[in-house]
């Protein structure tokens, strides 16, 4: 098998999406069709590659004189089993998509950048430099606007706003990043980052270049603070592409976190608690968001932050951990793909509520899942899975991170150093996980178990395509968790190079008292927030005494408007003023200077020609010094200037074009 085939995963969506765009001009079920087809071969050659590294093959190519440096591209056992689930959710997603997007307008343009945006997504992930990383990543994060803003409603737009200036902005500060991190290590090949980072006498100098990168990778995370795209995009845009943005596209940004930090900062305590206190941040406060939320698809968008926080704790712990951080590595690489396989349920099952009431209100769609036990069982293996409960794949990956946590503090405390934040952390991490039984039970009760207001019209709810393309997935959750050695454990170690792990030293004993301990503690908070808190404090009775869901959340207390936008929309404008403004002043006051200095005027000296007469001669010598005056000026110098060097450049271009 040729190297070249690690072009085909990337071009073959990307191609075929102005095929399935002209098609969908002529037939709208032909293109349907069409890209049901790519996507399935879409992952049928990602399947054949995962087998091959399975078998022991890895995959490296680079294509030169792609601006200017050329792209790098490599598969290992993390690349291929992701590049795999995302062909997976993408063809999952395109099946889905022609039921759910039968009533949208533009569903051309739909199928168009999201078959650019696969092709972007793999190619990040296929990267093996920095700057093929960058080139994908930005390509996928403009592609992806165009899913976010789809039925062009002002929410919509306004969401699209969001999610477009964290991508340039993170973007922006991303590319400062690389230049200044070339500069230290003279490299950006993934493979040569460690033994160059390592040869550095003083790491201090990589922080600066380090955190821009994180700002840029960590935007398309949903990191806090940079977040606020995230809960924002998912409700409006297509059930569909919520999937792909919660599942997919914010692992693109994670999988630069765990570049930069496997191969920048590999056993860096100082980073490692920078990530940890970013990643608990971030999972608190998605949990809590999601505890409030009363929307089905905003409530899964927060709930997808707080998964974020969830690994990044996990590559915190890495860091802290060093050479003893077999769990942390397991515990990050199982929830990713568990996050994205349980996001792919529920944001698809949240797509049939939406298509059938055009609702996501927990007030309007309540009772609507009653005698819909296909639907039901669907929602509740994302549920299951998502709250971490023993048998299902979510407990899996939180217990090894749990563990993760305890095992550094067991080693802080044989080397007496303190440990009291830790423990903080470990608690944080429990009560996250137990907001996170608490919010995803209210959604199964208001949706499955509550009844509704009025009468649910029977019919079908979903055609067999949609619901194939939900069970498979659902199926695949129980069945990761419930034998977590074979798959699990398998995938782990196909994943764990990449990271420099190793497997850990002794088996593992899934089921034992210690690791159901977290687990159990986390389902108990759960279930005592959502009878106490949820249930007498979030639910209030209306004037018809029935009992509503409401959003006590403050609505004034959203960091965007609070805090962004003002800065962005008024400071920086003001600042900027207040600079041109000073700068203009000085430019007069000096001039003004300059008038009475050197450039003072001076008498017209008396001529001694007996029939001169002053008018004569007036304008000619007033014209002489008006052309002194500007021959002699500052903005006179500085059109010479760029006059020069427009034509330099002008000759340089010219010279290499006729090499």
Known sequence: MNDTILLVPVLLPMLFSFAVYILGRRSKKERDIFADIVGAAEFAVCAVLLAAVAAGREFSMTVPNICGRGLSFKLDGFRALYVSIAALMWMMTTVFSREYLSHYRNRNRYYLFTLLTCGATVGVFLSNDFFTAFIFFEIMSFTSYVMVVQDEKPGAMKAGETYIAVAVIGGM???????????????????????????LTDKSCLYLPGALILFGFGAKAGMFPLHIWLPKAHPVAPAPASALLSGILTKAGVFGILVLSARV?????????????????????????????????????????????????????????????ALAVWGTV??????????????????????????????????????????????????????GVPLWNGYVSKTLLHESIVEYIELASETGASTGVYHVVEWLFLISGGLTVAYMTKLYV???????????????????????AIIIPALALPIMGMFPTPV????????????????????????SLVNLRGALISLSIGIAVYLLFVRSLLMRGDKSGRKIYVNLWPAWLDLETLLYRPVIEKLLPFCGALVCRVLDNL?????????????????????????????????????????????????????LYGIGFCAAMGYLILILLTK
């Open 488 to 511: 699990m454990g398998g995938a782990a170690r196909i994943m764990q190079g990449f990271m420099n792990g190793a497997p850990p030293e002794d088996p593992i004993s899934w089921f």
């Open 265 to 325: 900062f590999p056993y860096d305590a100082v980073w490692g608690n920078a990530i940890l206190a970013l990643g608990v941040a971030t999972m608190v406060l998605g949990t809590v968001l999601a505890l409030f939320s009363i929307d089905l698809k905003r409530t899964l968008a927060c709930s997808s932050m707080s998964q974020i926080g969830f690994i990044l704790v996990g590559v915190g712990m890495q860091g802290l951990l060093g050479q003893h951080n």
């Open 334 to 387: 199982l929830h990713m793909v568990n996050h994205s396989m349980i996001k792919l349920v529920l944001f698809l099952c949240a797509g049939v509520v939406y298509m059938n009431l055009h609702e996501l209100d927990l007030n309007k769609i309540r009772g609507w899942g009653r005698n819909k036990p296909l639907l039901n069982v669907c929602f509740l293996m994302g549920a299951l899975g998502i709250a």
């Open 446 to 468: 208001a949706i499955f178990v509550e009844k509704p207001d009025k009468p649910v019209e029977k019919k079908p709810y979903m055609n067999w395509q949609s619901a194939l």
């Open 173 to 199: 500060a991303m590319l400062m990043g690389l230049f200044l991190l070339e500069n230290r290590l003279g490299t950006l090949d993934f493979d040569e980052l460690l033994n160059a980072a390592e040869a």
């Open 587 to 639: 430019t007069d006051w000096g001039v003004i200077l300059l008038n009475h200095t050197l450039f003072r005027r001076r008498p017209i000296p008396p001529r001694d020609d007996a029939d001169y007469e002053p008018g004569d001669y007036t304008p000619h010598i007033h014209r002489s010094y008006t052309l002194q005056r500007i021959s002699g000026s500052v903005s006179f110098s500085l059109l």
